[in-house]
């Protein structure tokens, strides 16, 4: 997979991280973010997340992901809440 946006914005926005098996991303929310502000759409090669009808991220992925497989989850690390999404990639 290519690397998600990398424009400054975009890094302000969310962190990533990958492995061989998924995609990592990190996004700051404020602590009132609750499930319902939360829009994801994945499909087998892009992704779009808001987050309180804020655009995170949209667009095309590099490789195949695994929409099934694929999720995200509210919690809270160091301190700061984050929506954590997990997008699980698809093997040749």
Request: include cysteine.
């Given at each position: 997979?290519?690397?998600?946006?990398?424009?400054?914005?975009s890094?302000?926005?969310?962190?990533?991280?990958?492995?061989?098996?998924?995609?990592?991303?990190?996004?700051?929310?404020?602590?009132?973010?609750?499930?319902?502000?939360?829009?994801?759409k994945?499909?087998?090669?892009?992704?779009?997340?808001?987050?309180a009808?804020?655009?995170?991220?949209?667009?095309?992925?590099?490789?195949?992901?695994?929409?099934?497989?694929?999720?995200?989850?509210?919690?809270?690390?160091?301190?700061?809440?984050?929506?954590?999404?997990?997008?699980?990639?698809?093997?040749?």
């Amino acid at each position: 997979m290519a690397a998600p946006e990398s424009s400054a914005a975009s890094k302000a926005l969310y962190d990533w991280s990958q492995s061989e098996a998924d995609i990592t991303l990190k996004v700051p929310i404020k602590e009132e973010i609750r499930k319902e502000h939360i829009k994801f759409k994945v499909l087998t090669r892009s992704l779009a997340i808001a987050v309180a009808d804020a655009e995170i991220c949209s667009g095309e992925l590099a490789r195949e992901v695994d929409p099934e497989e694929s999720s995200w989850t509210l919690e809270s690390e160091a301190g700061q809440r984050l929506l954590l999404v997990t997008l699980a990639k698809v093997r040749p």
